[in-house]
């Protein structure tokens, strides 16, 4: 059949998506080998052409998206995969900087449900998209696919993929209803880790070290060791500082992305880039990728009178980086906190980060998902933080209240769950 984008999306919104999918007693046993006949069945697209591969609890899309800034910067033809989206599926699939296209997109999941038709067992929405993405991946002759983990690495859809160089760039507590503890994050997240592969660290705990010195790679470069940004500061476009690498240093470069967090992200993707060339990049080339770079959702502005900032903060790491970066770039702000939360993310301790003079009230919602956490459930424990808190019924609602409580002098965070920052965007920007 001719599939139209339409039926393209129909088609994935019939399959299981364990991303919607709420947390059962007893998750999937985990396997690749129904991927694996996915791919076959489409030529094993995968292997096409030379990838990088991310994973982390939290910097991968970021670190992802600055990874293809440079590397588009530096000449190359370059696929991204990543998850999750914010207001369109085609999000998820770039190549060279640009969305895949509505006849495109549709030709290419189109193309993965037909080699699916036939299995025993169905492929899953991110099976589908991912087949479809190495598929369309191949078929543009991209130089380079820098390739996003969806959850934790070794049984990963994306994991049938040999990357040439992986990337970690955090253990933290998120997913333990499948990884049962940070050890266990951290083993899952070796598995993307391939014979011969560069592996590239980023603010990993040293006592995860044996985790990762027992896989398969060549050599494995660390955060603050062998790479880093020294000397970041706010600037207007985003951050500033030193980077070095361990073939070369740039002095005084921009990046255009907000928050402190964001420079172990940079600092993580130049080495990734360096060690997939196997070469330093011109620093013209650096500067050009750095300055370029956009990522939504993270730390992102999206209005003034009031200021109005969204973050997809969902863990307590994440949680601390934010109310980091908030104090350095918006010093003496308070904020009205727009939150929602999904189960299997520890949401108290989250909160716990969060807390402090910095936030004025917290308007409590949920996520449109079936993981979403009772907004009442979110509240009380706010409460017991002694954070000014009330529920609303809805993202919409919440934000709305947020603008009345703010004002056009005040300053408005939605945090949380990416589930309901889109919901968000489109309400702030009303």
């Known amino acids: 059949m001719t599939w139209t984008y339409e039926a393209a999306c129909a088609a994935l919104a019939s399959s299981v998506d364990l991303e919607k999918q709420a947390i059962t007693a007893d998750p999937p046993v985990p396997s690749l080998e129904r991927m694996r006949e996915l791919a076959h069945r489409l030529g094993d697209p995968q292997h096409g052409a030379a990838v990088i591969h991310l994973t982390g609890t939290n910097g991968k899309t970021s670190t992802a998206r600055i990874t293809s800034a440079l590397l588009g910067a530096a ?248 109310t980091r970066s908030l104090a350095e770039e918006f010093p003496g702000r308070s904020w009205t906190v727009v939150y929602g939360a999904l189960r299997g993310h520890d949401f108290a301790a989250t909160l716990a980060e969060l807390r402090g003079e910095r936030i004025g009230s917290l308007i409590c919602c949920e996520p449109a998902s079936p993981r979403a956490i009772p907004a009442e459930q979110v509240t009380e424990a706010a409460r017991r933080w002694a954070i000014p808190a009330e529920s609303a019924p809805g993202v919409t609602a919440a934000v709305r209240l947020a603008r009345r409580r703010a004002g056009t002098t005040g300053a408005i965070l939605v945090t949380g769950s990416f589930y309901h920052l889109t919901e968000a965007r489109r309400a702030l920007g009303a």
Not at 155 to 161: G, K, L, R
Not at 284 to 291: D, K, P, Q, S, T
């Open 75 to 322: 000449g190359l033809r370059v696929g991204q995969y990543t998850s999750p989206h914010l207001e369109r599926t085609n999000e998820r699939l770039v190549i060279d900087g640009r969305p895949i296209d509505d006849g495109e997109f549709a030709r290419c999941v189109g193309a993965a449900v037909d080699a699916a038709a036939p299995m025993a067992e169905r492929p899953t929405f991110f099976e589908l998209l991912t087949a479809a993405a190495f598929h369309w991946f191949a078929d543009r002759v991209v130089d380079a696919a820098v390739v996003e983990v969806g959850l934790l690495g070794r049984w990963d859809a994306t994991n049938i993929a040999d990357g040439r160089v992986a990337v970690v760039t955090g253990i933290g507590a998120d997913h333990l209803d499948y990884a049962g503890s940070l050890a266990g994050v951290a083993r899952e997240k070796a598995g993307i880790v391939k014979p011969g592969a560069d592996l590239v660290l980023g603010e990993v705990d040293a006592r995860f070290d044996n985790v990762f010195t027992r896989t398969p790679a060549a050599r494995v470069l660390r955060l603050g060791r062998d790479f880093a940004m020294a000397g970041g500061r706010p600037d207007p476009a985003g951050r500033r500082g030193d980077l070095r690498t361990p073939a070369a240093r740039y002095d005084d470069v921009g990046l255009s992305l907000h928050g402190a967090y964001q420079e172990a992200n940079a600092a993580c993707a130049l080495a990734a880039v360096e060690a997939f060339l196997g070469r330093p990049l011109p620093e013209e080339v650096v500067r050009a990728g750095l300055g370029s770079v956009r990522a939504p959702g993270r730390l992102e502005i999206v209005g003034t009178a009031p200021l109005r900032v969204l973050d997809g903060a969902h863990n307590p790491a994440a949680a601390a980086a934010l």
